[in-house]
């Protein structure tokens, strides 16, 4: 938005009636910290509505119906925001805003995903009515739950836009001033973290000491060494645990450090940013399998994080990037490891314990270089 259009914007919205309506169809209502603060609260209030329908699943409170009171939270979470969207819109439109300009930069995109959400919610319940209630990991790949997961992060993100439109990244910190959009950002996250419980260490405790038998995410039926054989001819179990707790690791290291680099390549992050980034969507997921003990390494982890950036002072690029895209994801791993050891013990050789957490280094390190290229730095200096 030019300066121009600034101008004549901010003194549009001081008066109820436009004197140039085809002025006011050019531009776009200003923001307020409160309409930030307020969009980014109802994003988390969203991830919670959806975590809550996910823990329902998880102990078994739920039927074939598509009318539960899990539901009723969820859909009604993403209907109190599309009372502030919807309204906003509509009132901004008959101050002479065009309706593809109706509301703040980065919040019409918000407007379309409640509107998604919505058809989303229709075609979801069609399916169920063809298809029966989906469990277990078709929950989570189930195409209509997809495109509700798609939705909720467009209606919800509106902030993390919003900041991308407004702020300018060297200037810009602070809690007051990027709080809404750590709360956006750290809620997509936690979204796509509970469509990927499937895949998780926070539920699926594979390193943690337990001999006999191995509780599977989102099941209530438990899987026994005695008569299983995995692809490697083992007559137990012990070998497919490791390999999938391994990857487990890998999934959720690129799920959360994706976003906690790019948004520290971008922003100076305030204090605190990481732990929010990494424990909430971590946190979410432990809940999930009553895994309560796993949250305290998941914040010791994000509080870490922060003491690190705030040395390398973000934003971060080059060296100072590859570094937290090391060591983050390898103190996430051998954080929740320690814990494993020091409460229900663990089975896992250390050679598994080292490699696994080696591998989470490197994950996070490849990362960090999709984002900021090593060569380019070279290409520079010559």
């Not at 796993?294 to 570094?323: E, F, H, K, N, W």
Request: aromatic share 12%; charged share 10%; proline share 5%.
């Amino acid at each position: 938005m030019s300066t121009q259009e600034f101008l004549v914007g901010s003194a549009l919205l001081a008066s109820e009636t436009p004197r140039n309506p085809q002025s006011v169809a050019r531009v776009q209502p200003l923001t307020t910290q409160r309409f930030e603060w307020t969009m980014g609260a109802y994003m988390v209030l969203l991830c919670l509505g959806s975590s809550l329908d996910n823990w329902a699943h998880f102990h078994g409170k739920v039927d074939q119906s598509f009318f539960t009171p899990w539901h009723a939270v969820l859909y009604g979470m993403m209907a109190l925001m599309g009372t502030v969207l919807g309204p906003t819109a509509f009132s901004n439109r008959k101050k002479g805003f065009a309706w593809q300009r109706s509301l703040p930069q980065g919040y019409v995109v918000s407007l379309l995903g409640v509107g998604l959400f919505i058809v989303a919610g229709l075609i979801d319940l069609c399916w169920h009515l063809m298809f029966g209630i989906e469990f277990d990991t078709a929950a989570y790949i189930s195409p209509p739950h997809l495109f509700l997961l798609t939705s909720g992060i467009l209606a919800g993100t509106g902030p993390v836009r919003s900041a991308w439109y407004r702020l300018t990244p060297s200037t810009a910190r602070g809690w007051r001033t990027l709080g809404p959009m750590l709360l956006s950002a750290a809620s997509a996250v936690a979204a796509l973290a509970m469509f990927t419980v499937f895949a998780s260490p926070m539920v699926d405790t594979f390193a943690a000491k337990n001999p006999h038998q191995v509780t599977m995410a989102f099941t209530n039926m438990v899987y026994t060494n005695s008569g299983a054989t995995n692809g490697m001819g083992h007559g137990d179990m012990s070998s497919f645990e490791q390999a999938l707790g391994v990857a487990e690791v890998i999934v959720q290291t690129v799920l959360l450090m994706s976003f906690t680099l790019l948004l520290l390549r971008i922003w100076r992050l305030p204090f605190g940013s990481l732990t929010l980034l990494i424990a909430f969507p971590s946190a979410l997921q432990a809940l999930m399998a009553d895994n309560y003990w796993l949250i305290a390494g998941a914040t010791i982890t994000g509080l870490m994080a922060d003491l690190i950036v705030r040395r390398l002072r973000s934003p971060l690029a080059g060296r100072a990037l590859y570094i937290v895209g090391a060591s983050v994801p390898a103190i996430y791993v051998a954080t929740m490891f320690t814990t494993f050891w020091l409460t229900v013990g663990t089975d896992w050789p250390a050679t598994l314990l080292v490699g696994t957490t080696i591998y989470a280094a490197v994950t996070g390190l490849l990362l960090a270089f999709l984002l900021d290229w090593p060569l380019r730095h070279r290409d520079q200096a010559v």
